[in-house]
């Protein structure tokens, strides 16, 4: 199924971005919020960092989270799985 894809305008560290997808306004907004929370966490714990690379290793954490969460969704299938089998 497509989801309409949708435009938001997302204030993220002081500057504008256009995002386009198909995400709520509400999610859109829970992103950006969190995003710059967390931008504002890591500048704050290394007030030296430039904007590039506070921004590398937000994505950096992000991906590391997806990639745990993901292993973590991979274990429960197999569990349920396996239950199934029994």
């Known amino acids: 199924m497509n ?4 435009r938001y305008k997302a204030e993220i560290d002081g500057k ?4 386009i997808g198909p ?3 509400g999610h859109m907004a829970a992103v950006t919020q ?4 967390q931008l504002a966490e890591i ?3 290394s007030p030296s960092i ?25 274990d429960l299938k197999n ?3 396996q ?4």
């Open 3 to 6: 989801e309409e894809k949708r």
């Open 16 to 19: 504008t971005y256009v995002i």
């Open 23 to 25: 995400g709520s306004e």
């Open 34 to 37: 969190m995003l710059n929370t």
């Open 43 to 45: 500048q704050k714990l």
């Open 50 to 74: 430039s904007k590039q690379d506070a921004a590398i290793l937000l994505a950096f954490n992000a991906i590391s989270d997806q990639i745990k969460y993901e292993k973590e969704l991979f």
């Open 79 to 81: 569990q349920k799985n």
């Open 83 to 86: 239950k199934s089998d029994e």
